[in-house]
Nanobody, 123 residues
Framework: QVQLVESGGGLVLAGGSLRLSCSASGLTFSAYAMGWFRQDSGKEREFVAAISGIGLSTDYADSVKGRFTISRDNAKNTLYLRMNSLKPEDTSVYYC????????????????RGQGTQVTVSS
């Protein structure tokens, strides 16, 4: 059974930083491309960032490019998202996702996803 569990969300002032983590189990972690998405109630999910299985390729949404950094530690089966210079419009539920095909994540498609963690940025 595949499980993706996010942590690290919280309340932060605009301009601040947070690091999200996603712990994976039940899958061969390095064989999966991983991504971060965000979604608010009643809205469509938004792609945030993706990283290939061994971390050689990364992609970011234009809205977070230069502020967010996606990384992974395959020895720990863990995905990270470092978020700097946070803005109120970054407020959302962030969740991690896994797919066996990297291009799928870029199309906001995935095999598995976590429950999400709330990030709130106050102005």
């Amino acid at each position: 059974q595949v499980q993706l569990v996010e942590s690290g969300g919280g309340l932060v002032l605009a301009g601040g930083s947070l690091r999200l983590s996603c712990s994976a189990s039940g899958l061969t972690f390095s064989a999966y491309a991983m991504g971060w998405f965000r979604q608010d109630s009643g809205k469509e999910r938004e792609f945030v960032a993706a990283i290939s299985g061994i971390g050689l390729s990364t992609d970011y949404a234009d809205s977070v490019k230069g502020r967010f950094t996606i990384s992974r530690d395959n020895a720990k089966n863990t995905l990270y998202l470092r978020m700097n210079s946070l803005k109120p419009e970054d407020t959302s539920v962030y969740y991690c996702a896994a797919d066996s095909a990297y291009p799928a994540l870029l199309q906001s498609e995935y095999d598995y996803r976590g429950q999400g963690t709330q990030v709130t940025v106050s102005s």
